[in-house]
């Protein structure tokens, strides 16, 4: 009996075993992306992964400048999503993008980030110079870091170049990604940052006064599939979602404009 048995366990787990060997492997797609895209692009993750069974989108979130050179190093990446269009363009020109595959799928501006404490009393950009501030922003290398000092240098427009001598002089520290701008101002560290408008979504504890047309840009968030992408139909698969209606839904949900 007891052979008997253990006949029948075998039999049961090879059949079992053979039930698993039919089953395909998941496809892996392979995501660089701005880190101010981290929400809106982790829902739009799960979403493509609802609609295409079978796909695991393994994101990885860091400054553009980052990624852009992790790509062109040959790190394994199917999609390109850029915070500005310099580092796409430094992509294209590297080889890792071909020109032709790069769309603008979404737009962002720029604000104040403050503690919800506000120790310093900031009201509007004007405040930026006040004196003994901390002030951090992303490095210039940096999409935010790049956009924040040609904010500041359009407020010395009309606020004069004191003005904006005592603001860079209230830089006390350049991240190197916008992330870690919001992380210092949660920390306390810092007593004002500049950051996206989007990335305040991302931090609802924290204060956001938006900037000033006048002084504001507009981002630009191009992406492309890779060159080196090993799985280019189902890479170009996700850009289409990331611009679909849908895709553009859970972007505005999180702060984004719409593409131009």
Same mark, same amino acid.
């Given at each position: ?9 075998? $039999? %049961? $787990? ?36 609802? =609609?295409?069974? @079978?796909?695991? =989108? ?12 992790? $790509? ?14 310099? +580092? ?5 020109? @590297? ?46 290398? =940096? ?12 407020? @010395?427009?009309?606020? !004069? ?18 992330? +870690? ?6 920390? !306390? ?5 500049? =950051?996206?408008?989007?990335? !305040?979504?991302?931090?609802?504890? $924290?204060?956001?006064?938006? %900037? ?14 890779? +060159?080196?992408?090993? +799985? ?14 849908? @895709? ?8 984004? !404009?719409?593409?131009?």
């Amino acid at each position: 009996m007891k052979s008997i048995r253990w006949l029948c366990m075998g $039999l %049961i $787990l090879l059949m079992l075993s053979g039930c698993g060997a039919g089953r395909p492997e998941p496809e892996t797609l392979q995501v660089s992306a701005a880190a101010s895209l981290t929400e809106a692009f982790t829902d739009i993750g799960i979403h493509f992964e609802e =609609v295409n069974p @079978g796909v695991d =989108v393994v994101f990885n979130f860091a400054s553009s400048s980052t990624l852009r050179t992790q $790509l062109l190093e040959g790190a394994p990446v199917d999609v390109f999503a850029s915070a500005n269009w310099e +580092q796409m363009d430094l992509a294209v020109e @590297g080889g890792g993008v071909a020109p032709d595959a790069v769309i603008i799928f979404a737009t962002n501006r720029l604000a104040i980030v403050l503690p919800a404490d506000n120790p310093a009393r900031i009201a509007s950009e004007e405040d930026l110079a006040q004196p003994g501030l901390r002030l951090v922003l992303a490095a210039p290398e =940096v999409p935010a870091g790049a956009y924040a000092l040609q904010s500041i240098t359009l407020m @010395g427009d009309r606020y !004069g170049s004191a003005f904006v001598d005592a603001v860079n002089a209230n830089i006390v520290s350049l991240e190197d990604s916008v992330r +870690q701008v919001l992380t210092k101002v949660q920390l !306390g560290e810092a007593d004002a940052g500049i =950051v996206y408008i989007s990335d !305040g979504f991302a931090a609802p504890d $924290l204060i956001l006064i938006p %900037i000033p047309d006048v002084f504001n840009l507009v981002a630009e968030y191009p992406i492309a599939v890779t +060159q080196g992408s090993v +799985q280019a139909v189902l890479a170009q698969a996700f850009v289409d979602f990331v611009a679909s209606p849908e @895709g553009r839904a859970h972007l505005a949900r999180w702060g984004f !404009g719409a593409a131009p």
